[in-house]
C-alpha cells in the first residue's frame, strides 16, 4: 500500500465560464450550468450543495469527462480535458479520475461476488502498479468476510461501501462522489463518510462530493452552494459567503432572502475598503420613488 501512496497526490480542477445545456424530450433547451467559474486545489475535499435542478451533479459528470460542456474550459491539473478526444479522456478516466455515480445499482455488477466486481473495475487501469489489491479494498470497508457474496443478496450500506472500494481499485488522484450516502442508516453514512475522508488523508486524493445533507456537507472544509446553475454561496473554515457572479449577480443567503423577497429594494454602501452596508428600503422612500 506505501507503494501506491507514494506514487498518488491530489489532482486540482478548475472551470472556466462553463455553461451546459441539454435538451427535453419535448426538444426544449434547458440551461444546466449557466457560466461557473470554479476552482479546485491538489488533495482539496469539497462538498457540493444545492436543490434538485441546481446543476450540482452535472458539474461532477463534466469534471469526471461523462459529458462534455456546451461552452467554457474544464482543467485537470494542467490538462484541459474538455477539448480532448473520447479516447485521451477514457485514458484520464481509467488512469486518474474515479468517478461514484449516484445509487449502488448503478456502479455494481449484481450478479456477480464482490471480488469479482473489484477485479472488473481494476481490468479497466492503465496502470497496474497503483492499483491496490483485494485484501486491502475489502478491509478498508469492512467487508474482508464478504468477498464472495454476490452483490444482490448485501444490504444497501454493503452495496455502497463495495461501491466506493470499486470506484478507489487504482488509487485515483480525483474521486467524484454522487450522493454516496443517500438512502443510508445514520451508522452507515458516517461510516461512508469515514472512508471517503480516510482517502484523502491516506493518499492525498482530491475529493468532490455532491450531498442534500447539510450534516454530511459539514464534515467537508469547504462547501459549495449551487443555485440555478450558478455557485451561489460557498463556505470555507465555519464562514459562509456568497460568491459575486456574472454582471456582478449575487445570491442572497437563504434566510435573508426569505425576509427580502424578489423585488425588495436594497441599498449597498461603502463602510470600509473591504466592507459593504446593505439596507432594505423603507415604504417612506417606495411612495417617495413612486411619486417622484
Not at 455532491?210 to 440555478?228: D, K, N, S
Not at 446553475?229 to 435573508?256: C, S
Request: hydrophobic share 35%; charged share 25%; glycine share 12%.
Amino acid at each position: 500500500m506505501q507503494h501506491v501512496a507514494e506514487r498518488t497526490g491530489g489532482l486540482s480542477v478548475r472551470c472556466q465560464g462553463l455553461v451546459h445545456l441539454y435538451k427535453t424530450f419535448e426538444g426544449h433547451d434547458v440551461v444546466a450550468l449557466q457560466g461557473v467559474d470554479l476552482s479546485v486545489a491538489a488533495g482539496e475535499r469539497v462538498a457540493f450543495l444545492g436543490p434538485s435542478g441546481s446543476g450540482k451533479s452535472t458539474l461532477l459528470t463534466l469534471f469526471g469527462g461523462i459529458q462534455r460542456p456546451s461552452a467554457g474550459k474544464i482543467f485537470l491539473g494542467e490538462e484541459e480535458i474538455s477539448r480532448m478526444s473520447e479516447r485521451q479522456l477514457t485514458r484520464v478516466r481509467a488512469s486518474r479520475v474515479s468517478t461514484m455515480l449516484q445509487g449502488a445499482t448503478r456502479n455494481l455488477l449484481h450478479y456477480a461476488t464482490a471480488r469479482q466486481n473489484l477485479r472488473f473495475s481494476r481490468a479497466a487501469s492503465g496502470d497496474p502498479d497503483r492499483t491496490l489489491g483485494d485484501a486491502e479494498l475489502l478491509r478498508r470497508v469492512g467487508l474482508e468476510k464478504n468477498g464472495d457474496q454476490v452483490v444482490s443478496s448485501m444490504s444497501g450500506g454493503e452495496r455502497q461501501r463495495l461501491a466506493l472500494a470499486c470506484s478507489v481499485t487504482s488509487a485515483p488522484q480525483l474521486l467524484l462522489a454522487d450522493e454516496p450516502t443517500s438512502q443510508l442508516s445514520h451508522e452507515d453514512r458516517d461510516h461512508m463518510l469515514e472512508l471517503i475522508h480516510g482517502l484523502g488523508n491516506d493518499f492525498g486524493t482530491t475529493i468532490l462530493v455532491v450531498t442534500h445533507q447539510p450534516e454530511v456537507a459539514g464534515t467537508f472544509p469547504r462547501t459549495v452552494i449551487m443555485r440555478g446553475g450558478r455557485i451561489g454561496m460557498e463556505g470555507r473554515a465555519g464562514a459562509e459567503y456568497v460568491v459575486v457572479g456574472a454582471e456582478g449577480v449575487v445570491h442572497l443567503p437563504a434566510h435573508i432572502a426569505r425576509d427580502w423577497p424578489q423585488g425588495t429594494l436594497v441599498r449597498i454602501e461603502p463602510e470600509h475598503d473591504d466592507r459593504l452596508l446593505l439596507s432594505r428600503g423603507d415604504d417612506d422612500e417606495d411612495e417617495a420613488g413612486e411619486t417622484a
